[in-house]
């Protein structure tokens, strides 16, 4: 089975703070994504990477940065917390090569800005 | 532009009574769509996929979806739902591109009850 672990499952910051948020996954999975996830409005995609050091925006990637620096490794960076940012966060990796390939999701970190 | 709309956003029902939770997709592109299953407290989990070919797709835990292309519709069903099914339920259509990124839709809270 894939696993994709996010490092914390609860984390709660200051305004202003830079945070990261970890992704590991253990399948040499080439496709790695972020997602934010609020009630009512669904999963939104803030960053997409598809190789090391390759990345795309997604959808909302204002106020967000990511690194990815090897394979198994995706992390997403709050430059400057802000209480707007508070929400849960889903990384989910996939194997590339085609675009019938489900994503499988870590069990999420729910973020919390002061 | 691809969209996915999940109208219910909340659907009760009575243990071992059946249950249809609805999506309606729109797609310019080959269309592959897929439901997911998020339990509390944790991330998102595949339940079913359809690529192509039939039109009814089975999928884990008893349930399976209907793709209807002329009514761009692809409901969940399941004939006898268990309290443990209760969940927030989410769509998700393929986007344009080479890639596999996915839009979801906005979610539907299945709530089981005695």
């Known amino acids: 089975d894939v696993k994709v672990t996010q490092s914390s499952r609860y984390l709660v910051k200051r305004t202003g703070e830079k945070v990261f948020l970890e992704c590991v996954q253990d399948?040499?999975?080439?496709?790695m994504f972020w997602y934010r996830q609020d009630p009512g409005l669904g999963l939104r995609l803030i960053y997409f990477?598809?190789?090391?050091?390759?990345?795309e925006k997604g959808d909302i990637p204002e106020g967000y940065s990511v690194s990815r620096e090897k394979k198994e490794r995706f992390s997403l960076i709050l430059e400057s917390a802000s209480t707007n940012q508070t929400s849960m966060y889903l990384c989910?990796?996939?194997?590339?090569?085609?675009?019938?390939?489900?994503?499988?999701f870590g069990d999420g970190t729910r973020l919390s800005i002061l | 532009a691809q969209s996915v709309t999940q109208l219910d956003s909340q659907v009760p029902v009575f243990e071992e009574a059946p249950v249809e939770l609805r999506c309606n997709y729109s797609?310019?592109?080959?269309?592959?769509l897929f439901w997911y299953v998020q339990y509390p407290n944790q991330g998102l989990q595949l339940l079913l996929k359809?690529?192509?070919?039939?039109?009814l797709v089975k999928g884990i835990n008893g349930f399976e979806a209907e793709f209807n292309k002329s009514q761009t519709s692809f409901h969940l069903r399941k004939p006898s739902v268990h309290i443990s099914d209760t969940a927030e339920y989410f769509c998700?259509?393929?986007?344009?591109?080479?890639?596999?990124?996915?839009?979801f839709g906005t979610g539907t809270l299945l709530a089981v009850q005695p």
């Open positions: 989910a990796s996939s194997p590339g090569g085609g675009r019938r390939q489900p994503q499988h």
């Open positions: 399948m040499d999975h080439e496709n």
């Open positions: 990477s598809y190789d090391v050091k390759m990345k």
């Open positions: 797609s310019s592109v080959s269309v592959y």
């Open positions: 359809y690529l192509s070919g039939s039109t």
């Open positions: 998700a259509v393929r986007r344009g591109g080479a890639t596999n990124k996915l839009i």
